[in-house]
Structure formats: C-alpha cells, structure tokens
C-alpha cells in the first residue's frame, strides 16, 4: 500500500489535470447513465401514448450524447496528456538515477535485470498511472451512478440483478493477474526461440562442419515445443476466463426478465423502468470486466513499482562533496598511498596496498597475469571506484575532494575493445567534447589523421557521417581503436590510459596503430596495460602486479635483473621473441 | 522430442512442404494458408462450429426480450416470461461453451500451425549452402523466423476468428432487426456506410500513428541499452548531462508520437458512442410514433436498443482486420520467397558414402569465382595440389589471396567454378555430405560457441561422448585449467547467455571440440587475436595436439605455426605463388621471404 501511495506521487505534479478529468469524467458517467433513464421515460409515453412527450425526452436524450461528447473529447485528451507526461517524467527519473550510481552497481548488476527494470517494469506502472488508474476510476464511477440510478428505480430488483458485479469483478481481476505475466512468459518464450534462431545462424559453419543439423533441429523443435506449450497455457486461461465473465452477468439480465417481467405483468413495475434495467445492465457488462482488470493492473504495477523503487531508493555510493573544487592546474602527476581496493561482494581483495608515485609525462607499463589488478589500478584514476584504503592523487590533490567531471576530462581511455555509440563516426570522435555539432568538422578530421584513422575513415559510405556501432556498420578491432584513438587526442587529456590488446589487426594496421599511440602519449602521463613486449619497449617504466600487490617497479633493464617474474613474462610470454634470436639467417632478415 | 513424435513431426513437414511448393500464381498464400491448416482441419472444422453456435446464441437476448415483452409482459402471460428466462440461460451458457471451444481449438491450431512453419523454415534454413548465409545479413534471416510468424500468428489467431464472428453478428444483427420491423431497421442501416468509413480511416491514421509510437519506444529502449552497455565510456568522459539531454529529446518525440494517437482516440471513441445514442434517438422517434400509432409492437423498441450493440461492436472489429490482413500477407510473402529459395549444392541419388579416411587431399585445376551483384569476382585460379596424409600445410598470404576460399571449397561450403577437388581419390560433389563432414574437423577464426555448459560445447563434436572422453579432449589441448576455474567446471554456462570467455579461451574450447570429433582431415584459421601472454603457450601446445596424426590446412597468422608446417604454400591472387618447407623457403628468398621479413619486424617493433 505504502508503493501505492508512492506511485500516486508521481502524478502530483499533474494535480490540477487530475482533478480536472475526474470532474469531465463523472460528468460524462452522468450523461452516460441518463441515457437508459430517459429510454425507460420514453417507453412508459409510448405506452401511455403521449407523443410530445416522446420528442422532448428523444431531444433530451440527443443532448445527453452532445455533451457526454464534448465531456468524453476533453477528458481523453486532458487525460492523455497527464498518461504521457507521467511516462516521460517516470522514465528520465529512473534513467538520470541509473547514469548516477557508480560503477560497481554496473558490475554486480546484468544489464539484462537492469533493462527489465527500466522497460517491463515501468512500462506496468506507467501504463496502470497513464489509463489503468482512469479506467479504473471511470469504470467505478460507472458502475456506481448506474447502481445508484437503479435502486432509484426499484431497489430490490438493482439488488438481485447487481449481484454478478462484485463476482464479474473479483474473476476480471484474477484474469488480469494471472493473464498478463503468462503472456510475458509466452514473449520469453519467443526470445528462446529467436536466440537459438540467431545461434544457428551465426554460427551455421560449425553446424554445417561436424555435420550436427539433426541434432540442432532437434534442439530447435523443443524449444518450439515449450513455446507451444506456454502458448497454450495462456491460450487455456484466456479460454476460460472470457466467456466466463461474459456469463456472469447474463445472469443479472435473467434476473431482471424474470422478477422485473413479473413486476411489471403484476403493475408494480413500469415497462420503461423494466426496460431501463434491462439496458442499464447491458452497459454495465464493459465497465466491470474493466474495473476487474485495472485491479489486476494496479496488483501488478504495485509489485513492479516495488522493484522499480528499489532501483531508485539505491543511493549513489561515489559522492562528491558539494562545491567541490575544479581539479587544479597540472600536467598529470600521479601518486597512489597504500591503495587497497576490494570490490563491493568479493572475497579478495583486488589492489592490496599498493604504492606508486608516476611524474607527470611518464610513461608506465602494467605488466601482469589476468586478475592481477592492472584494469583495478586505472580505473581508480577516473574514480570509476573509490579505494576501500588509502589514496589516490591525480596532480598533489586527492580525487575525492575534486569535481568528478573536471577530473574525469582530465584522463581519456582507450580500450582494448573500445565502445561505440551508434552515432556518426564524428559524433563519435567528438564525444569527449560534448559531440556533435560542437566540434568543427576540421578538428575532428585533424585528430583522425594523428590517429592514423582519417584514411579508412575516407572510405566509409558515408566518410565522417557513417553511422556505425551496435545499429550501424559495424568496424574491425583496429578500426574501432583508431575511432578511440582520435577520441582520446580530441578529449586531450593529462592522463592517457591504454588497453594493448588489439585484436586482429594485420601487419600494416598493427604499424599504424603504434605510429598513432606514440603520437598521442607524447606530454602525457600514460598507462598501458601491456600484452606484448613491443608495447613494454615503448615505457619509460614497468609495473609489476602480481595477486593485486606491486611486485617490482623500475625500468626493463633494472627489473630483469631483480624481478624473477618479469623475467620468465618476457621468457615464457612472447615465443616469437624467443625464436628470432635463434637462426642466423632470422637475425639477419629481423634485423638484429 | 521423443523418436515416435520426431517421426510423425517429419512426416507432418513432409506433406506441408510439398503443399506449400505446390501452391504458386494468385490465391497462393490463401492457399499456403490452408495448406499450413490442413493436418488439423477436423480441428478448424469444430472451431468453425463453435464459432457458428457461439455466435448465434450470442444474438438471442435482443429477440428473447421483444418476445417477453410483447408475448409475455403485455399481455400479462407469465409462464411465456418464464420459457424466455429459461431460453436466455441456455443461450448463455451455449455462448460460454461455444467460446471455451472456439478460443481453446483456435490457440491450438493456430500454435500448432506456426509451430509447424518454423521448423519447416528451420529446415529450410539448414539446407541452404554456407554461401546463402554470406549473402545475407543474419538479421533479415532472423527476422523471417520471428517478426513475420508473429505477424501470421495474429493473422491466424486473432483475425480469422474476428472476420467469421464479426461478419456473422452483423449479418446476424441485421437480419434481427429486419424481422423485427423494416423501416426502422432501414433507417438504423443509414448509419452503416458512415461508421464503416469512420473506423477504417481512423484504423488507417492510427495504424501509422502507432507505428511512429513503437519505432519512437524502439528508439528509447535502444539508447537506455546503449547508455548501460557503454556505461564505462559514458563515465570516463563525464558526458552523463549530454546523454540526459538526448534522452530527453528521444523521449519528447515518443510524447509527440504518442499525442497523436491520444487525438485520434479522444475523436474517435466518443463520436461511436454520440452516434450511438443517435441511433437511440431516432430509434425513439420513430419508432416511438409508430408504437403510439399502434403500428409497432412496444417489445420491439426494447430489443432495437438492445440490439445497437450487436452493430456498432462488429463495424469497429472489422475496420481493425484491414492492417493486420495487411502485415500477415506481406509477412506470408516473404515467408515465401525465403521457401522458394533452392540449394545450389545439390547431393546426388547415389552419393557415396565415405569410409575412415587416410586423408589425401588433391585440388585439380581449381578454379574458383564468387558471384556477386556486379558479375563474378575471381578468388582462385587453377591451384593444383596434393597433400599426403598427416600432413600439416600453412597457407600464407596477404589479405584476399584466396586463402579461406581454399579452405572452404575443402569443406565444401562451395563448388568450385572449374577443376575437382578430390579426397582419398574421391570428387567432393560425389560424396555423402555428412559423411565427409564428420571426418572434417573446422576450426574458424572466431571460435563460436554456443549457448550451453563447456561440456555441452565440447561434446559438440562427438554428442555420444562421455564425460570422461570430454574431459580428456579438454586435457589434450591443454583447456582444463581454466575450465577448472571456472564457476561449475565443465557444468559452466557458456555463449551469450552464460559467462563470458576470453578468446583464447573461446580457441582452446573450439581445439577440444575438434579433437574430440577425432577429424581426418583439419582445417583451422587460426586466430590473429592477441591472447593473454600465459594463454600464447598453452594454445600453441594445444594445436601441436590436435594436428598430430591429422592431415591439416592452416590459414596461419603466426610464425611459430609457420614454421612447424610440414609444407608452406604462399598464396597471392588466388594461385599458388610459391611452396616448399620453411628452409628452403627461406632460402630461395622469394615472396615468402619477404613476407616473413615484414612478420618479423613487427614481432620486434
């Protein structure tokens, strides 16, 4: 109940609409309901033969429909308009709140939950603020003025043929309970269906070469089974349910034919007024099949207003102090004092007192197994995560203590699988600047050709407005870096961190995506997660990291004679290395 | 599936999709209709029973109340009263059962029916030769299966019934209220034209209007995806406020959209409601006069009101067919047209079945063109070669000298254009596919995985193997270490909906996989993708393993596979420019010498 006050909340800001349509509403549910009334008026003149009496009330009738017209018009488009102001003001909360939190709610947190919370669940409050709540309200306004107009009329037979209402209501609302979530599972169904869709043909050559089509068909055809079979489950429900609220209240008609039929053969009753039931009834029979399934829907919006709550009640766990300074002038110097950092849920810890002091403009090698920390100590840079101990300094000062995006534009990535946005290569190279139309096609054009990327750029359809990323063309590993590469000179940072591991780059590619890092690093303080010795040559210094402790710090000729782990990464790590150094004739064409 | 259901299933296929390609010229996809429909048709034929009963038992109440009022209230005869009451019951619970039947039967057959069409496109799918995916974007495939079976689903489901049962209650509608009086059901069919004609421009108007509304949803729904997937970037350049900003916008058109829809219906649903109440009205009127007059029996004013519904509802339905019809038969189309599609790579009658091989591998002038939207384009020309059993042969050469065409006319993804590729002396287009691609192991450059446990993924290969033969696969190739690690070992999920695993952890899977097929012949694009330095050794380890007694073709990327070839074969516009073993390679100091030279730069660089 406390969730459902909450959701009321959110249409606070619409008040004076609310108010406004409730008022059209009931005023229209009035015309509505005077519409029988008046059929019944009519009936009696007709039997009494009074035929002026019949164009009045006929006239009165006519203007009952004008202005439940005008009412129904201005209410639906009052109404409409709160519905998809609510959805709008629903959906910024919950996305501002989302690009708030930090990081580490992203990492324990499937993106699919996260997707399922910001669509299928606003989607069932929204829809339940947007009309389920006006349906319900009208339906209830509805049922209530008839009700009321009928026991006016003869209270004993509007009790015996209003019977079926509370049990029409209570059977709509378990139908619209139990309906909705069995069609979403029927939906889920058909995302089985598709993705193993998608998996046979993406990945038809491994099929196709061990020759496993029959067994994949079979695969395929259970899940076409289990969708068949929660098809039908839902089908089953809709099939019972439907024409069982439509009998329900075919029972209140028999009534009144039964009982009102005798009223009237006994004279107590008139045939208008009997006639009047009888229409009253039959308008009735939308009203309550509704009200019982915008109960349903309120059930259901409650349950996921609840979850969507929980998304919102999470607070951001990355604070700034308000008024925060800039960070300060500098050229990039970099301190970390006895950092630890374990992230939120884990057992171990990910840096585990780690100490470093980079001067600005050096260049610094991460050299490291997989899990061993390198990714964890650039991502405190940025302050994606804060350290559970200790400090991290960027220019003398604490992270902490300095506005996150003066900071954060302070320090570029590049990635070793950059992210695109599905935007124009321009907008995606002008990113780090605000993107777009802000940055003059000059300059971008200017940073795609120190990042080696300008030609290939030039051979795209559409040149600098090709669309690419997930709904666009899609580039190579090397490609996108280049992309990326260009994005970090135009953000131009003090601190640079790279991820090395390009992925299927040829020979000539592989050159030119050194020429541009070497551009790019030059003044900057820069950190390169290294996968291969040639990267390692281009640092000035070498980090080991070892189980998230720094194992040895200094240059490559210091640590192969000190560090028994860089020797055996540099032995055992790069066997082209090793077999160069064998044959003559190799050394010779290598040029050693 | 059990194997008694699989049977029947394919025999079921069988019968449809020789129905389906019967069927061609005008009226074929009402035909295909039908032809999907047809192993159910004692089904759809007690459907239409149900539906016929249920709809005119549906119509009773209008009459069964005239008849009380004018032969039982009026006069005064209760025991009339009292048959009617009894007939409304009856026909009520007649509707209750006939829609039970009507709905349940209609899911069935309709479920059963799309079930049936896609795995008769499955099928379809599956028989097309490897060139028919490379023509075509996955997506359009993809879409094929679900948006437009889905499209027939309503089509099925939802229209048909609506069609019989609408058309019926109006039908039914009018002939009522002709029985019950002429003139005035001559002037209540005055409001006809102008109520078709208002529904169905407004079911037009609101089909685009939606249509915006969902592509504009698309939108929001894509750009939230987006904004989660590249959180990290979003964070590191702190443009959260430029994305609030452009979230904004996509939402103000989704409104605008929406508004749209919001103005239609605010016009459209009152004016059904305004025009019927004229209807009461003139009903009323005229019918009222009449009544005084004594020309109209009182009961039928009653069963005329109760009646309107029966004729406004039915209008409404009908106009809404219009865009479903539309989207099902444009759906149906290309349904057909992908069914129309026929394999190039056709297995002849008397194909032979292989035996094990010794895993000879001969190319006789080959020569092969890809035929593309402009003409064909040459990807290799007369190759001729042979390779002795166990023999491993790296193709080296630059990008687009032919080197994956030569694998894949090996696996026999194609045809070649001339010439005949042979294996233990046996021309490719004579043999049984399966059974040459069962001794063919296949390793591609991106090793793809499936959704499913590691196990699942390895026994791929070879579905009859046991666990252990599956842990000993991944032994041999030197993947057990980090299956180990993983969260449930080789019970781990895997692919896109499992955990995700480095690609060298992707490779040493795909080297289980093949090794536990136990393939003759072998050929592997290797990957260029640098790997983890630790995982470098152990995938190297893992392919001396796998190529161990195994004739082999490596599209070879790096030099210390190159070099442990037995035989090296530079390729270079599609002809064999130059082969032989490294050494002797090296030492004729041609274009593999030269390659080499760049390779080992870069190694150094």
Redesign the interface.
């Known amino acids: 109940m406390a969730t459902f006050r909450r959701l009321l909340g959110f249409l606070r800001p619409y008040r004076r609409e609310v108010v406004a349509s409730l008022v059209l509403a009931t005023l229209a549910m009035a015309g509505t309901v005077a519409i029988p009334w008046l059929t019944g008026r009519v009936i009696d003149r007709v039997r009494a033969g009074d035929s002026a009496d019949v164009t009045m009330l006929a006239v009165a009738i006519a203007v009952a429909g004008i202005l439940r017209l005008a009412l129904t018009v201005a209410r639906r488009l009052i109404a409409g308009s709160v519905s998809l102001g609510v959805e709008l003001d629903l959906r910024e909360r919950v996305y501002g709140h989302l690009l708030g939190l930090e990081m580490g709610f992203f990492d324990r947190q499937q993106t699919g939950q996260l997707m399922s919370r910001a669509t299928v669940d606003l989607q069932a409050v929204r829809f339940f603020l947007g009309y389920g709540l006006i349906f319900m309200v009208q339906s209830a306004l509805t049922i209530l003025l008839a009700a009321a107009a009928m026991i006016a009329l003869d209270p004993g037979l509007a009790g015996l043929s209003l019977i079926p209402v509370p049990f029409v209501v209570f059977v709509a609302a378990r139908y619209g309970r139990r309906g909705r979530p069995a069609i979403q599972e029927v939906q889920q169904r058909i995302a089985e269906v598709t993705a193993e869709v998608e998996e046979n043909i993406s990945g038809v050559r491994v099929v196709k070469s061990f020759a496993r089509e029959e067994r994949q068909f079979e695969r395929f055809g259970d899940a076409v089974g289990r969708l068949f079979d929660q098809a039908m489950i839902s089908t089953r429900l809709q099939a019972f349910y439907n024409p069982f609220i439509g009998f329900l209240p075919q029972l209140g008609l028999a009534a009144i034919l039964f009982f009102g039929g005798r009223r009237v053969i006994d004279g107590t009753m008139s045939l208008g007024d009997f006639a009047a039931f009888y229409t009253y009834l039959l308008m009735l029979l939308g009203p309550m099949r509704m009200l019982g399934i915008s109960l349903g829907m309120a059930q259901r919006a409650t349950a996921s207003g609840a979850r969507l709550f929980e998304l919102l009640d999470r607070t951001p766990r990355i604070v700034t102090k308000p008024l925060a300074p800039a960070l300060p002038a500098g050229s990039g110097s970099v301190e970390l004092r006895d950092v630890t950092l374990r992230y939120e849920g884990a057992s171990r810890d990910a840096l585990t007192g780690v100490s470093l002091v980079v001067p600005a403009g050096r260049t610094v090698a991460l050299v490291g197994a997989t899990g061993s920390g390198k990714t964890s100590l650039v991502a405190l840079l940025p302050r994606l995560y804060d350290p559970t101990a200790g400090e991290v300094l960027v220019d003398g000062v604490d992270v902490r203590d300095v506005e996150p995006s003066s900071l954060r534009s302070a320090i570029a990535a590049v990635d070793d699988a950059p992210f695109l946005f599905s935007a124009s290569v321009h907008e995606n190279i002008a990113y780090a600047r605000g993107g777009g139309d802000d940055v003059p096609r000059e300059e971008v054009e200017q940073a795609a050709r120190r990042a080696q990327a300008h030609d290939f750029i030039g051979r795209l359809p559409e040149g600098y407005d090709t669309r690419v990323g997930e709904r666009g063309l899609t580039l190579s590993g090397g490609q996108r870096q280049r992309v990326a590469i260009a994005r970090a000179f135009l953000a131009d940072p003090r601190i640079l961190i790279l991820d090395d591991a390009t992925s299927s780059v040829d020979a000539s590619t592989e050159q030119r995506i050194k020429a541009a890092l070497r551009e790019v690093m030059a003044g900057r303080t820069t950190f390169v997660i290294a996968h291969r010795l040639s990267t390692i040559a281009l640092a000035d210094e070498i980090v080991v990291l070892e189980d998230g402790r720094l194992a040895a710090h200094g240059t490559h000729a210091e640590l192969l004679e000190v560090s028994d782990l860089y020797r055996e990464i540099v032995a055992k790590g790069l066997p082209d290395q090793v077999f160069l150094t064998r044959k003559p004739v190799e050394r010779e064409v290598a040029g050693l | 599936?059990s194997t008694g259901e699989?049977k029947r299933?394919e025999t079921r296929l069988e019968d449809v999709r020789r129905r389906l390609r019967g069927t061609s010229g005008r009226g074929r996809k009402l035909k295909g209709l039908i032809a999907l429909l047809r192993p159910y048709r004692s089904r759809v034929a007690a459907m239409f029973v149900a539906l016929v009963l249920g709809t005119a038992a549906s119509l009773a109440?209008a009459p069964?109340?005239k008849h009380?009022?004018d032969a039982?209230?009026?006069p005064?005869?209760?025991s009339t009263?009292?048959w009617?009451?009894v007939a409304?019951?009856i026909s009520?619970?007649i509707?209750?059962?006939a829609?039970?039947?009507q709905?349940?039967l209609t899911?069935?057959v309709g479920?059963?029916a799309l079930?049936d069409l896609?795995?008769q496109i499955?099928?379809h799918?599956?028989s097309m030769p490897?060139g028919f995916?490379e023509r075509r974007p996955?997506g359009v495939?993809?879409s094929r299966?679900?948006n437009d079976v889905?499209a027939l689903n309503s089509l099925v489901t939802d229209s048909v019934v609506t069609l019989f049962q609408a058309s019926l209650t109006l039908l039914g509608t009018i002939a009522i209220l002709l029985v019950f009086d002429v003139e005035l059901a001559l002037i209540t069919f005055c409001i006809l034209p102008v109520m078709a004609l208002g529904s169905l421009a407004f079911r037009i108007a609101s089909a685009d209007a939606y249509k915006r509304t969902r592509e504009t949803i698309g939108a929001?729904?894509?750009y939230?995806?987006?904004?989660?997937?590249?959180?990290?970037?979003?964070?590191?350049?702190?443009?959260?406020p430029?994305?609030?900003r452009r979230?904004?916008a996509l939402?103000?058109d989704?409104?605008d959209a929406?508004?749209k829809t919001?103005?239609l219906?605010?016009?459209y649903?009152?004016?059904v409601?305004?025009v019927s109440?004229?209807a009461?009205?003139a009903i009323?009127?005229i019918g009222?006069?009449q009544?005084?007059d004594g020309q109209l029996e009182?009961g039928v004013?009653?069963g005329f009101?109760?009646a309107l519904?029966g004729f406004f509802d039915p209008i409404g339905q009908l106009s809404q067919l219009y865009t479903t019809y539309q989207a099902g038969m444009a759906a149906l189309d290309k349904i057909f047209e992908l069914l129309d599609e026929e394999s190039d790579l056709v297995e002849a009658e008397d194909a032979i079945e292989l035996d094990r091989l010794r895993g000879e591998i001969r190319f006789e002038d080959v020569t092969f063109a890809y035929s593309t939207a402009d003409g064909t384009k040459l990807a290799l020309a007369d190759v001729d070669l042979v390779v002795p059993p166990g023999q491993t042969v790296a193709l080296v050469g630059a990008?687009g000298a032919g080197k994956s065409t030569f694998a894949k006319l090996l696996?026999r993804?194609y045809d070649p254009t001339e010439g005949r590729i042979l294996v233990d002396g046996v021309d490719l287009r004579d043999v049984r596919?399966?059974s040459l691609?069962?001794q063919?192991?296949?390793v591609?450059?991106e090793a793809?995985l499936?959704?499913g446990t590691v196990e699942e993924n390895i026994g791929?290969?070879r579905?009859e193997a046991t666990h252990e033969e599956v842990v000993a696969a991944a032994e041999a190739v030197g993947a057990d270490g980090f299956i180990a690690a993983l969260p449930d070992g080789f019970d781990t999920e895997v692919?896109?909906?499992g955990v995700q695993l480095?690609?060298g952890q992707r490779q040493l899977l795909a080297f289980a996989?093949a090794l536990i097929?136990d393939p003759r012949i072998l050929?592997l694009d290797e990957?260029?993708?640098?790997v983890?330095?630790?995982s470098?050794?152990k995938i190297?380890e893992g392919m001396r393993r796998l190529l161990a007694g195994r004739t082999a073709v490596i599209i070879a990327h790096?030099?210390?596979t190159i070099?442990q070839a037995g035989r090296i074969i530079v390729l270079d516009g599609g002809r064999i420019s130059e082969q032989g073993a490294h050494d002797e390679l090296?030492e004729a100091r041609g274009a593999y010498?030269a390659l080499?030279?760049?390779?080992?730069?870069?190694?150094?660089?």
């Open positions: 599936m699989a299933t109440p069964l109340a009380a009022i039982g209230i009026v005064g005869d209760v009263v009292n009617v009451v409304f019951v009520a619970l509707v209750w059962g829609t039970f039947a709905t349940y899911g069935w479920q059963r079930q896609r795995l499955f099928r799918l599956q490897v995916y996955a495939l993809i299966m679900t889905e929001i729904t894509g939230l995806q987006e904004s989660l997937s590249g959180i990290r970037v979003v964070r590191s350049f702190a443009q959260e430029r994305h609030r979230f904004h939402n103000d989704n409104r929406n508004m919001v103005y219906n605010a016009g649903f009152p004016a409601e305004f109440a004229l009461t009205v009323l009127l009222g006069k009544a005084i009182i004013l009653v009101i109760a519904n990008t696996a993804f596919a399966s691609r069962s063919m192991g296949i591609p450059q793809f499936f959704s791929f290969g579905p692919g896109e909906r480095s690609a996989r097929a050929i990957a260029t993708s640098n983890d330095l630790h470098e050794g190297e790096r030099l210390s070099r090296m010498w080499y030279r760049d390779w080992a730069e870069q190694a150094a660089a």
